[in-house]
């Protein structure tokens, strides 16, 4: 089964070039859902408290993942404390997820990777090819502040995130989402038509 992994900053379109993938009739794991569904895992929310503060936890019994990113996200070291805890276990929940799909004989799956950083040491490894979406920095702040977010909090995200010179170094594939969504989706669309022949 080929895994095909979408890559790109904050705004810059993953999502857009993720879902022509699934119209053309490819199933999709979301890396940040499988994060978020990790997050309500008993063992994960027990380390998670232990390491962060009992007040990470909302009064339902779940993860208040704004409450954990104040914490988690203030530097580097934190941020690596967060991972030590949730990387494996999201790395074990997308590993059983490929199994079932190979188990169906599916062909093909997508995987949206927001947190990519190379392929060495990633999820990415396994990758049969890397798409990287990129858009000018402020296009992508625009889209971001649009969908709801607030104007600094996506500059922070941002600024942790990798350089598009990274995403492309690393990337197999590149497309500019600087044009219109429909524009982006066909371009994705005839990638997919030519790799399809070509490797399935």
């Not at 889209?143 to 350089?163: C, K, L, N, W």
Request: charged share 30%; net charge negative; proline share 3%.
């Amino acid at each position: 089964m080929k895994k095909i992994f979408v890559v790109g900053g904050m705004g810059a379109g993953k999502s857009c070039a993720t879902q022509a993938l699934v119209s053309q009739g490819l199933p999709f794991i979301d890396l940040d859902k499988v994060g978020h569904d990790v997050l309500r895992w008993p063992v994960v929310k027990e380390e998670l408290s232990e390491e962060f503060g009992a007040d990470i936890m909302g009064p339902d019994g779940e993860v208040d993942r704004k409450a954990l990113a104040a914490k988690a996200f203030v530097s580097a070291s934190e941020t690596r404390k967060l991972n030590r805890i949730t990387m494996p276990r999201i790395e074990e929940a997308y590993s059983d997820r490929v199994d079932e799909l190979e188990a169906e004989g599916v062909p093909a799956v997508v995987v949206e990777y927001s947190v990519f950083k190379n392929r060495e040491m990633s999820l990415a490894y396994s990758a049969d090819v890397v798409l990287a979406v990129l858009a000018p920095m402020e296009t992508r702040i625009e889209r971001a502040v649009a969908s709801g977010f607030d104007e600094q909090d996506v500059r922070r995200r941002i600024a942790r995130q990798i350089t598009d010179a990274d995403r492309i170094q690393s990337s197999d594939v590149v497309f500019n989402n600087d044009d219109t969504k429909e524009e982006l989706a066909n371009q994705v669309i005839s990638w997919w038509s030519q790799y399809k022949a070509d490797n399935l």
